[in-house]
């Protein structure tokens, strides 16, 4: 039986074209919250919700990652199987399609790949288009999740890599949520960063809706984490500082983690520290171009 060969973790439109109606081929829409798409999709696109099925809705923030069970039979009941290619996009350009596919790899899945520059990149192109689907009706599938410890972390394997010389914690939200001078989205969080944590928002990793090469991607983190090849993502609730892990990932970088709770776990009240303003190290004045890291 064959499958399809991804190119990496990134596939352009032209490739998806070609490829659009092959069997085994998964096409996910992991759009989210105002960056759902409602009036069109790419043809045969099934749902990735992540504001639904796709999160742990018993944890008490947002986008928490289900558990191993509740994640495998999500994924099957989008008739996903062991066979199968994916290719996850969303309506943003890249924001929310990076968290599935770090989900779906987290979960032992090694053929996925994001679209670069999501459904906007497409219908840019002049590629098809169809009304967007309520839900998947189709056969269910047979995934089987082989989970991969380390992808994703919570605080207090954070707090040890903000004392490790090795590692780097990247925010990818925008500088005026990480210096604290803009109010956190969500009521009853405290503004600033994590002390130490450098500021790279996920927009700056782009460019025109689409990634920017390999080696503007490396001079990018080099700029903020140095010489460091450990390199752990938050954001405001796990879902763009995928796109960092993507953007690690393009660059060459391999130790790879994301903060699932994110500053929605840190900002809460609690003894986790928090400071205000530039830490040493840190990209001033960049901002992702009016977006909201989430």
């Known amino acids: 039986m064959t499958t399809t060969s991804l190119p990496g973790p990134l596939v352009n439109t032209d490739?998806?074209?070609?490829?659009?109606?092959?069997?085994?081929?998964?096409?996910?829409?992991?759009?989210?919250?105002?960056?759902?798409?409602?009036?069109?999709?790419?043809?045969?696109?099934?749902?990735?919700?992540?504001?639904?099925?796709?999160?742990?809705?018993?944890?008490?923030i947002p986008h928490t990652m289900p558990g191993v069970q509740a994640f495998t039979e999500a994924v099957r009941d989008l008739g996903i199987r062991d066979v199968d290619t994916?290719?996850?996009?969303?309506?943003?350009?890249?924001?929310?399609?990076?968290?599935?596919?770090?989900?779906?790899?987290?979960?032992?899945?090694?053929?996925?790949?994001?679209?670069?520059?999501?459904?906007?990149?497409?219908?840019?192109?002049?590629?098809?288009?169809?009304?967007?689907?309520?839900?998947?009706?189709?056969?269910?599938?047979?995934?089987?999740?082989?989970?991969?410890?380390g992808m994703f972390v919570g605080s207090a394997e954070v707090v040890a890599a903000l004392a490790d010389p090795k590692a780097a914690v990247l925010d990818a939200r925008?500088?005026?949520?990480?210096?604290?001078?803009?109010?956190?989205?969500?009521?009853?969080?405290?503004?600033?960063?994590?002390?130490?944590?450098?500021?790279?928002?996920?927009?700056?990793?782009?460019?025109?809706g689409l990634m920017r090469p390999a080696t503007?991607?490396?001079?990018?983190?080099?700029?903020?984490?140095?010489?460091?090849?450990?390199?752990?993502?938050?954001?405001?609730?796990?879902?763009?500082?995928?796109?960092?892990a993507l953007g690690a990932d393009l660059a060459g970088f391999r130790d790879l983690t994301v903060y699932d709770g994110s500053w929605s776990e840190w900002g809460m009240p609690s003894p986790l520290p928090v400071v205000t303003g530039e830490t040493v190290g840190a990209v001033s004045g960049q901002t992702p171009g009016g977006s909201t890291s989430t």
């Open 86 to 149: 994916v290719v996850v996009y969303d309506c943003a350009g890249i924001y929310s399609s990076a968290r599935a596919w770090w989900m779906l790899r987290a979960m032992g899945c090694d053929r996925v790949a994001v679209l670069d520059g999501g459904l906007p990149a497409w219908a840019g192109a002049g590629q098809p288009v169809e009304p967007v689907p309520a839900t998947y009706n189709g056969p269910r599938g047979d995934f089987t999740a082989r989970p991969r410890p």
């Open 15 to 60: 490739w998806l074209a070609q490829r659009l109606n092959t069997p085994r081929l998964v096409l996910l829409d992991a759009s989210v919250g105002a960056h759902r798409c409602t009036e069109r999709s790419i043809p045969g696109a099934r749902p990735f919700d992540l504001d639904g099925d796709l999160s742990d809705h018993t944890a008490p």
């Open 216 to 244: 503007q991607l490396r001079e990018a983190f080099a700029a903020v984490a140095e010489d460091r090849e450990k390199l752990y993502f938050s954001c405001g609730s796990g879902v763009t500082a995928c796109v960092l």
């Open 174 to 208: 925008t500088h005026e949520r990480y210096v604290g001078t803009a109010p956190e989205p969500r009521p009853g969080l405290r503004g600033g960063h994590m002390p130490g944590a450098v500021n790279l928002p996920f927009g700056d990793l782009q460019k025109d």
